[in-house]
């Protein structure tokens, strides 16, 4: 059974770098063709994705938040974490973690297919 | 203002069938069958209901279907249930570039 959890602060202040770690369990984020993916919803808002890192370290980030973002993995704890500098009020979110599963379908490196399992989340507030 | 575009909301009666449309690009829906839908409850992890376009992960209720022509993805339910009533998205690969988009979500009612 796969689980994941994120966890981290539930309010932070502006201009100050948030860190979200996502603890998982059921599967190794050292073999197979999967990753983990961080995803946000503003209150009311829709899911935005913010950030992908792969089985073999390879990263992805959203182009519209690529300079505030860094996502690494530790294999051995089954953490993945998000950072993202800067933060802003409008930032504020629940902050989901995903096991996600690529595809080799597309071409020489993996893709993107879906986000298989969620987190239930965190919100996350930005205010002063 | 997200990538891929859906109706903000739809409703149904109970046992009635509705369809949710995702509109993309060329870019994103149109060139990829890596399109797949997500149900959102309130405080609820989200749930992987469609993926690939057309395949039901296990353990989701065959109630649900999804299809793609174009650029357009479209969400199915039949036989609306009250468990339903939900918040619906849309995602797709959108190339090595961008990678993920997501649509805006679709509040359902089940009247």
């Known amino acids: 059974q796969i689980t994941l959890k994120e966890s981290g602060p539930t309010l932070v202040k502006p201009t100050q770098t948030l860190t979200l770690t996502c603890t998982f369990s059921?599967?190794?984020?050292?073999?197979?063709?999967?990753?983990v993916g961080w995803i946000r919803q503003p209150p009311g808002k829709a899911l935005e994705w913010l950030a992908l890192?792969?089985?073999?370290?390879?990263?992805r980030y959203s182009p519209s938040l690529k300079s505030r973002l860094t996502i690494t993995k530790d294999t051995s704890k089954n953490q993945v974490v998000l950072t993202m500098t800067n933060m802003d009020p409008v930032d504020t979110a629940t902050y989901f973690c995903?096991?996600?599963?690529?595809?080799?379908?597309?071409?020489?490196?993996?893709?993107?297919?879906?986000?298989?399992?969620w987190g239930q989340g965190t919100l996350v507030t930005v205010s002063s | 203002q997200s990538a891929l575009t859906q109706p903000a909301s739809v409703s149904g009666s109970p046992g009635q069938s509705i369809t949710i449309s995702c509109t993309g690009t060329s870019s994103d829906v149109g060139s990829y069958n890596l399109v797949s839908w997500y149900q959102l409850h309130p405080g609820k992890a989200p749930k992987l209901i469609i993926y690939d376009a057309t395949k039901r992960p296990s353990g989701v209720s065959n109630r649900f279907s999804g299809s793609k022509s174009g650029n357009t993805a479209s969400l199915t339910i039949s036989g609306l249930q009250a468990e339903d009533e939900a918040n619906y998205f849309c995602c797709s690969y959108a190339g090595s570039s961008t990678s993920v988009v997501f649509g805006g979500g679709t509040e359902l009612t089940v009247l």
């Open positions: 890192i792969y089985w073999n370290a390879d990263r």
């Open positions: 995903a096991h996600t599963k690529l595809t080799m379908a597309i071409g020489p490196t993996p893709s993107f297919e879906y986000f298989q399992h």
């Open positions: 059921g599967f190794s984020l050292s073999t197979g063709v999967v990753g």
